[in-house]
């Protein structure tokens, strides 16, 4: 594993860095963010299962048009710069926000700079990753990544002790991070030489980049859709937490657990899926959403809660990756950024349409009917994926 590690390109390590610190500053306002919005400010489960999901969908459907554009340009750093830019100077606007207007909107401009930054992060991944360690390249920046996951919520269980449960103080502290995340890139990230695009830039969506698309790789898009219906939005995660009876105080220890086994298992996965089928691997990260959405669904205790939050955090660690390095091994050298933003923009429909589910079922029907409903969804997935496998 350490000869592995050595043999990642240092730009990889770096957009690792680049991720962490970002991922601690937005996990740091999303542990504590659904707790403001339903016992500060009023939000119903339905508005926020429509701001989660509106504001997830934005991220992954502008990546289509940052996909295709850093293609055109034959650079990817200008608009990872933007999109990392971007998403740093809506930090402040959060501890400002004293409505839920002012939320969603920061929500949105936060994630436009994650959909703008998303796929052309991808895509320099797959320019300079060694084929023979793609996997591990796309599973070290995803397990850095959920570093930063892991510390942000952890860092916010230290600051509301520390300052009494000050919500909007706390929220504060998360404009560091995303600033140092913004230096570690303009510094510290350089990219190969492309071919600029000579053409007009036309639309990202063309017939004729969607013709060169392996019959494999609208498979690992259709997966990724279904997948992305059973996974909706981890705000549902703090607010079952909630309702478990933890305090606002530690509503974030369940992101904390999640993003630990997130971490623990994403680079592991990453670096087995090169010798090992990518879709097996990602059958077993359906199989666990499915046990965790069961759990999830019953637990009346604590410690069952838990176990549903780790075994989530598992199947990301299962997927997330696995499911970037298919798009990347079914695509043209050419194309890979527009093959990262179609994906996301089928994801974020899914994602848009699965948090609106979410919080209509808790609303109406109650939380386990959430989870349920996410199981089943789980289920169709992995049926789909098996029928792929016997017919390979």
Avoid at 55 to 65: P, Q, Y
Avoid at 117 to 139: H, K, N, Y
């Amino acid at each position: 594993m350490r000869e592995t590690l050595r043999s990642i390109p240092r730009t990889i390590w770096a957009l690792g860095f680049v991720s962490l610190f970002m991922d601690l500053s937005s996990e740091l306002v999303h542990a504590l963010l659904p707790v403001y919005l339903v016992g500060t400010l009023g939000v119903s489960m339905l508005a926020v299962g429509i701001i989660e999901g509106v504001a997830e969908a934005t991220a992954l459907i502008v990546k289509v048009f940052s996909g295709a554009f850093s293609d055109f340009i034959g650079r990817r750093k200008e608009l990872l710069l933007l999109g990392y830019g971007l998403a740093a100077l809506t930090k402040p606007l959060f501890p400002l926000a004293a409505s839920a207007q002012l939320v969603f909107t920061a929500r949105i401009l936060d994630r436009i700079g994650k959909g703008i930054r998303g796929a052309p992060r991808d895509a320099l991944i797959a320019d300079i990753a060694p084929p023979a360690i793609r996997g591990a390249c796309f599973g070290l920046r995803q397990s850095m990544d959920t570093i930063g996951a892991f510390l942000g919520p952890l860092l916010a269980i230290v600051l509301m002790v520390g300052f009494a449960g000050d919500i909007s103080r706390v929220l504060w502290f998360a404009v560091i991070p995303a600033a140092v995340a913004v230096g570690l890139l303009l510094f510290g990230v350089s990219e190969p030489g492309h071919e600029a695009g000579r053409k007009p830039l036309r639309s990202p969506i063309r017939f004729q980049s969607l013709a060169r698309f392996s019959r494999e790789y609208w498979w690992v898009v259709c997966i990724g859709a279904v997948f992305t219906l059973a996974r909706f939005s981890e705000a549902f995660l703090v607010l079952r937490a909630q309702q478990a009876g933890f305090s606002a105080t530690w509503v974030p220890l369940v992101m904390v657990v999640m993003a630990g086994f997130y971490m623990l298992s994403a680079y592991p996965v990453g670096k087995w899926s090169d010798s090992v089928s990518r879709t097996t691997l990602l059958g077993a990260g359906l199989v666990l959403l499915i046990l965790a959405d069961i759990v999830l669904a019953d637990t009346q205790s604590i410690v069952g809660l838990l176990l549903g939050v780790g075994l989530w955090g598992l199947h990301m660690g299962f997927s997330q990756g696995i499911l970037a390095t298919l798009v990347a091994d079914t695509t043209p050298a050419d194309l890979k950024g527009t093959a990262f933003g179609v994906f996301n923009l089928v994801s974020g429909g899914a994602l848009l349409l699965a948090s609106v589910i979410a919080g209509w079922l808790w609303q109406v029907h109650g939380a386990a009917a959430t989870f349920y409903t996410g199981a089943a969804f789980s289920a169709a997935a992995l049926v789909l994926l098996y029928g792929r496998y016997r017919r390979a």
